[in-house]
């Protein structure tokens, strides 16, 4: 037990200790001044190039040092994409002078930009997307019940169904690993794919949301954005099981409450699934928080960022360890960066467990209620179940899918388990919890008095 609380105690000092060190953000060259960027994203072929979205279109060719506009007459509404093997094609959700809110396309590098033809007035919502295993692939949603698909660089569109659902399409989002898993937010409802889009199921979120982020390692753990639209639950919610059940992870942005829990971004660092950064809106708040463990707890990481205003972009450079957010703040709005992966994720490697370990409950004997430790070096599916001594089952404490790390578990013989069951009626005597993690299994006793 003193092991694993020395060892706890020594890793969260240590982040600690980091995270007051993280980075400093720095405005970038020829972006001061540069009001909402909607959109940020990185050519996959050769991450020196970038572009942006905002007022027009920016570039980089220099890994992200300098920018300059390429175009002044687009007006960006959200996402901008970058065809991964050509650089000269480059999709948008814009607002043009001419040809309205939809979405546009360019063949030269963002220079001009020519309508696709899809428009539906102003837009409460609009979304462009491209599939991470061909970028060729294009996907388009628009409003409420128009969601189109063109495997030829928009050549020509196929109609894909939409579900049955209330409100407006916000969000699209493609599992990198197995691209016919696909997220879809609505404004009432979050959805999931496992055809490439042909059909969809409704997830169990009481409400939709406005922004997806999904593990690139494990297509059941889905990040989603809900707030600034007046219905409730708010905030950050993350599912591991693909959508069956939603978790608040709040813990940090209790702050946030008072604008309405408006996260204009998300975005999860594709080489540690763990770390996820979190764009805020708010007139008088921090705008951009960090997590280290997967959503379940935050901390601001502001240093040298406005003191509000709002990010509401943000790309990561995984080949050259940088990270890009667009800011909108008075005077200090622009495209701002700093180095990704610092000196927290060597420490955290560093006090990572080396083996699995399954630790004696504590206090025990217990009434009524004890705490079981584990920790397991590598991630895995972790199932913990209490059995009394005829090897029937009492409860399910654990039964997820779990990174790498330190974790505990409470469990009541009055009023139910970790799980919810209700062990209430439990007599008195002895009990077995078991752990089965991977290929590991341990069983150990505890003791209920009443």
Request: with cysteine.
């Amino acid at each position: 037990m003193k092991r694993f609380g020395h060892q706890l105690l020594s890793a969260l000092l240590l982040l600690s200790a980091a995270i007051a060190q993280q980075p400093q953000w720095r405005l970038i060259n020829g972006t001061a001044g540069v009001q909402t960027i909607t959109g940020i994203d990185i050519y996959t072929s050769n991450p020196d190039t970038m572009f942006a979205l905002g007022k027009g279109v920016w570039r980089s060719v220099d890994k992200g040092e300098t920018w300059v506009q390429i175009n002044s007459s687009l007006g960006g509404l959200g996402a901008i994409r970058v065809d991964g093997l050509n650089p000269d094609y480059l999709y948008a959700i814009v607002k043009t002078p001419t040809s309205g809110d939809g979405v546009s396309m360019s063949t030269d590098g963002g220079k001009t930009w020519n309508s696709l033809g899809f428009t539906a007035g102003p837009l409460p919502n609009a979304f462009v997307e491209l599939n991470p295993l061909d970028r060729k692939t294009i996907y388009v949603g628009l409003g409420r019940f128009f969601l189109r698909r063109s495997v030829n660089r928009g050549q020509t569109w196929d109609t894909l169904s939409v579900p049955n659902a209330d409100g407006w399409m916000t969000e699209l989002k493609i599992f990198p690993a197995n691209d016919s898993i696909m997220y879809l937010s609505y404004h009432f409802g979050i959805y999931k794919s496992t055809d490439k889009g042909y059909s969809w199921v409704r997830t169990a979120s009481s409400t939709g949301a406005r922004h997806l982020a999904l593990d690139p390692k494990n297509q059941n753990v889905v990040y989603a954005t809900f707030g600034n639209d007046g219905f409730e639950p708010r905030g950050v919610f993350k599912t591991t099981d693909g959508g069956q059940i939603w978790k608040q992870i709040n813990t940090g942005l209790d702050s946030l409450q008072v604008y309405n829990w408006n996260f204009p971004a998300i975005m999860i660092n594709p080489k540690n699934p763990e770390e996820l950064f979190l764009g805020a809106g708010s007139v008088q708040n921090k705008i951009l928080y960090r997590s280290t463990n997967g959503g379940n707890s935050w901390f601001e990481f502001n240093n040298g960022l406005p003191d509000s205003g709002g990010v509401r972009s943000i790309a990561i450079d995984t080949l050259n360890r940088k990270i890009y957010i667009g800011v909108n703040a008075y005077n200090a709005g622009g495209i701002y960066t700093c180095d990704l992966l610092t000196g927290v994720d060597e420490i955290e490697q560093s006090y990572m467990p080396k083996e699995y370990l399954l630790f004696q409950n504590y206090p025990n004997p217990f009434n009524p209620t004890t705490t079981i430790q584990y920790q397991i070096p590598e991630d895995a599916n972790v199932v913990i179940k209490v059995y009394n001594l005829l090897g029937s089952e009492v409860a399910t404490l654990v039964n997820e899918y779990k990174p790498a790390g330190y974790y505990e578990v409470k469990f009541s013989a009055k009023g139910g388990s970790a799980s919810g069951e209700d062990a209430s009626l439990l007599p008195s005597g002895l009990y077995l919890y078991k752990i089965s993690a991977g290929t590991f299994s341990e069983t150990r006793k505890m003791l209920f008095m009443k």
